[in-house]
């Protein structure tokens, strides 16, 4: 439905529901994920989903937060048949953070 409960505001002894709605021309599905196209090592383009599996899951709704400014977590496991290790990887993405995110975001790499 692209609408979900992402946390309770409390004030003043009461609880109001904050609710996050996605627009409707906004929403995207697993398929139109899949046929996002990136550039591989070779200048080339290539379907996301030849390169990573995409599954969609339910998980609770909420927004976190890490010393007072929004956050979120991204999970992610090389693929051990890929023939590139953890090591490469963060450091491309390392290398690529200024160009992914906006101005004044943040990033850590934990586990």
């Not at 080339?44 to 007072?68: C, H």
Request: charged fraction near 30%; proline fraction near 3%.
């Amino acid at each position: 439905s692209g609408t979900s409960q992402a946390s309770v505001f409390k004030e003043d002894g009461k609880e109001y529901d904050m609710i996050i709605r996605v627009p409707d021309d906004k929403r995207v599905s697993v398929e139109d994920i899949k046929r996002l196209q990136v550039r591989n090592k070779y200048d080339k383009l290539m379907f996301l989903d030849a390169l990573v599996e995409i599954t969609e899951t339910k998980s609770p709704s909420s927004i976190s937060r890490y010393n007072r400014q929004r956050s979120v977590t991204v999970l992610a496991e090389p693929n051990r048949n890929a023939g590139v290790s953890l090591g490469e990887i963060l450091t491309q993405v390392s290398k690529n953070t200024k160009e992914w995110l906006v101005e004044g975001a943040n990033y850590r790499f934990t586990g």
